[in-house]
């Protein structure tokens, strides 16, 4: 029992210690301080710090939150953050426990001596009552493993879509996006995710562009804050991404380096009354012919 335990609190480490590391990587990418993350959700700098460093649980919201801050869909990080609290509140121990219990099961009850020509005499309820205890902390035994094993598979598949059956959860998802911390022109410039205008529920993909060389590009609209901003992956040293919208001034992002090659960039917003009007532009650092996504600008009157 001890053996079982005490690997069940080396568990408990792994499955805390990951998740801090998974939750301070997306932190960064938001590149939000701490005090800019508690400016942005319900939670303090001090919480905050001690979520990021794996001594203190957090909330199951607090996931939910900076996914929606980094553009980050949830699903794989509520499967781990799953993991992660049960280990927390005990519940994976007292599980090993019970499985141990179960394997082992209660000593049967003693025979009674019952006295020559007597019948023997009936087992009230159908069943001895040690039996009836084994088979349930079976159950319950059963019952958490396959908990684990589903919450663990959602997360090995990479599955980014909440759990479906906690009725908690989807009122949560449906709560609507983050307040977003500007709108229109006072988002110029900006970067979408810090600013809370690309989280789930707050924006939607215009289109989106394959180019020639592999590039793709997705113009994308956030509906809060009614801004337009380009995603660009697959690009190549020396390959440019240009968005305009008619009125504003462009913005650009451009593959400088091998390591811009790996991971998508994303161009600072410009502002749209009418995101129809956005165009954006890849640029191929060989020299090529550009190609583009979204509307052709208009030719100049005659």
Do not use: F, H
């Not at 001690?50 to 900076?66: D, E, I, M």
């Not at 049960?86 to 209660?106: I, K, L, M, N």
């Not at 956030?222 to 337009?228: L, P, S």
């Amino acid at each position: 029992m001890s053996g079982a335990l005490e690997n069940a609190a080396e568990k408990r480490a792994a499955e805390c210690d990951r998740l801090a590391g998974e939750l301070s990587a997306l932190r960064a990418r938001t590149g939000l301080s701490l005090v800019a993350l508690a400016g942005r959700t319900p939670y303090s700098k001090s919480s905050w710090q001690r979520y990021l460093n794996g001594t203190k649980p957090l909330p199951r919201q607090a996931v939910v939150a900076l996914c929606a801050l980094a553009g980050e869909p949830p699903g794989r990080l509520l499967a781990l953050w799953e993991l992660a609290d049960a280990a927390w509140s005990g519940r994976a121990a007292a599980d090993t426990r019970a499985a141990a219990v179960t394997v082992r099961g209660p000593s049967p009850p003693s025979p009674v001596p019952v006295p020559a020509g007597q019948a023997t005499p009936p087992t009230p309820g159908g069943a001895p009552r040690g039996r009836r205890r084994t088979a349930v902390l079976a159950a319950t035994a059963g019952v958490a493993v396959v908990t684990v094993a589903t919450v663990l598979g959602a997360w090995l598949s990479g599955d980014d879509g909440a759990r479906r059956d906690v009725p908690q959860d989807a009122a949560w998802s449906n709560a609507g996006p983050l307040r977003p911390s500007c709108t229109g022109p006072a988002c110029e410039g900006e970067d979408p995710a810090p600013m809370g205008c690309g989280g789930d529920g707050a924006m939607t993909t215009l289109g989106s562009l394959t180019a020639t060389g592999g590039q793709r590009l997705q113009l994308r609209y956030g509906e809060t804050c009614r801004t337009v901003w380009v995603r660009a992956t697959g690009l190549r040293v020396g390959d440019r991404v240009v968005l305009t919208v008619p009125g504003r001034r462009e913005q650009q992002i451009a593959a400088v380096a091998r390591r811009d090659t790996g991971r998508y960039l994303v161009t600072p917003m410009v502002a749209a009354a009418d995101p129809s009007e956005a165009r954006a532009c890849l640029l191929p650092g060989g020299g090529g012919e550009q190609e583009c996504l979204g509307r052709a600008p208009r030719a100049p009157a005659s």
